[in-house]
């Protein structure tokens, strides 16, 4: 893994400067014209017969020579071809060393970049529902750490524009590679219950703060993550299981329910906005906020801050309070201006 820098200017001074590889190129092309040259005039050749020689020389093909050399030619033939090997081997030289080290600069700054990141989620283990789960935040514009220990995986991931760390998420390090000390969720979806328990043991020490998703294959190994500090742990087979029971016994409310939470097209929302202190609605009643005219959205539920608890069907009398968050129905655009207008100072 490459190493962080401490500023991502800094690489700018590692890179060979391409002029060099530029010039190095002018240099051969320059110097086969004096080659063709040299022979059409040394060996009163034509100009093809020239370039032919020049071009079999500097490339080390081996072909036979076009005519008989003069002793003059001969000289001039090994003046020439050390020269323009050695300039041949200067422009692979550059250019070889200008891609390594454009890859290693390019990986060190998006090293930079994710240790640099706010607010952003860290996925543990890129399998089908790694994959899955990164392409629905991707749909919600949210910014995202693939973590995973298969290198080919995560450059691939690089090469498509997801930022991927290669590492065990069950390690400091990696951990610390991907932004855990300022992310704001942490998924950890590796096949074994006693490496999802070890990383959100890790994570949660690095971060206090951290909403833990984990992944658990049953309720017992359920427990034992909650216990490690998982803010929330899912099965994703009891999970499926339930959606499938919604689908047969519920099927108009599924319908609602999936096209609520995947309505992107349609302008619709569902979303959770935290209530700061001294914004619009802190210590107003749901009344006086008055939502439908002001905001155009409506407040399905009310998780308190006093006891976390989720308040559903709340009343117009309902006091909003510092902290509070809201679970809002609406179009996107409307949700976004009461979480940037109505709820922050």
Request: glycine content about 8%; hydrophobic content about 45%; charged content about 20%.
């Amino acid at each position: 893994m490459a190493p962080v820098l401490d500023s991502p200017g800094n690489s700018h001074e590692q890179l060979p400067k391409r002029a060099e590889v530029v010039y190095a190129v002018l240099f051969l092309v320059f110097w086969m014209v004096v080659g063709t040259l040299g022979y059409a005039f040394l060996e009163n050749w034509s100009l093809l017969d020239g370039l032919y020689m020049a071009f079999i020389t500097l490339t080390t093909i081996g072909y036979t020579e076009v005519h008989d050399l003069s002793h003059t030619g001969r000289i001039f033939t090994i003046v020439f071809g050390l020269v323009g090997i050695g300039a041949a081997g200067v422009v692979s030289y550059r250019s070889a060393r200008l891609l390594i080290a454009g890859t290693v600069i390019r990986k060190r700054r998006r090293m930079y970049k994710i240790r640099h990141m706010n607010d952003h989620y860290i996925i543990c283990g890129y399998g089908r529902v790694g994959r899955d789960l990164t392409n629905a935040l991707l749909r919600a514009k949210k910014t995202l750490v693939v973590l995973d220990k298969d290198e080919s995986i995560t450059e691939h991931l690089n090469e498509n524009g997801i930022y991927a760390v290669a590492g065990d998420a069950a390690h400091d390090s990696a951990l610390l590679a991907a932004g855990i000390e300022n992310a704001k969720g942490l998924i950890t979806l590796l096949p074994d219950d006693a490496q999802n328990v070890y990383v959100t043991l890790v994570a949660r020490e690095k971060n206090p703060e951290l909403f833990i998703l984990a992944r658990a294959s049953n309720a017992v190994n359920r427990q034992r993550i909650l216990q490690a500090g998982a803010s929330q742990v899912i099965s994703p087979v009891q999970v499926g299981a339930e959606r499938m029971a919604q689908v047969i016994l519920r099927p108009h409310v599924d319908q609602f329910m999936s096209q609520v939470l995947q309505a992107e097209d349609l302008g619709l929302g569902m979303e959770q906005v935290v209530v700061q202190a001294g914004s619009k609605l802190d210590g107003k009643t749901l009344r006086k906020a008055d939502f439908r005219q002001s905001w155009e959205t409506i407040v399905i539920a009310i998780i308190k801050k006093s006891d976390q608890k989720m308040h559903f069907y709340p009343k117009p009398d309902d006091l909003i309070e510092q902290e509070d968050i809201l679970i809002v129905l609406g179009s996107i655009g409307m949700i976004e201006r009461l979480a940037n207008e109505g709820c922050k100072p």
